[in-house]
């Protein structure tokens, strides 16, 4: 399954950003993989398991790609949004 073709990669990587956003965390592939860790952990439906660890498969990939690049304040991503 590749990520970028399946919705509920998205909706479970948005899920985890939405969780860290309302904590008031930063929103970056290394707080994301953590998150959609946790959530596997507290997780019973092998559907949803198999959506988290396929989310981290590729968020993983992203952050070897992207490694120098700097978080962005939760706050300020989100207003960023409005910009488009």
Do not use: C, F, H
Not at 60 to 72: K, R, Y
């Amino acid at each position: 399954m590749s990520i970028q073709l399946d919705e509920k990669g998205y909706v479970i990587i948005g899920e985890a950003a939405l969780a860290l956003a309302l904590r008031e965390q930063n929103i970056d592939v290394p707080s994301l993989i953590t998150e959609l860790t946790s959530m596997a952990e507290v997780s019973l439906n092998d559907e949803r398991l198999y959506s988290i660890s396929e989310a981290r498969s590729w968020l993983t990939g992203l952050n070897v790609i992207g490694q120098e690049a700097e978080a962005v304040p939760y706050i300020k991503t989100l207003t960023s949004l409005n910009d488009k």
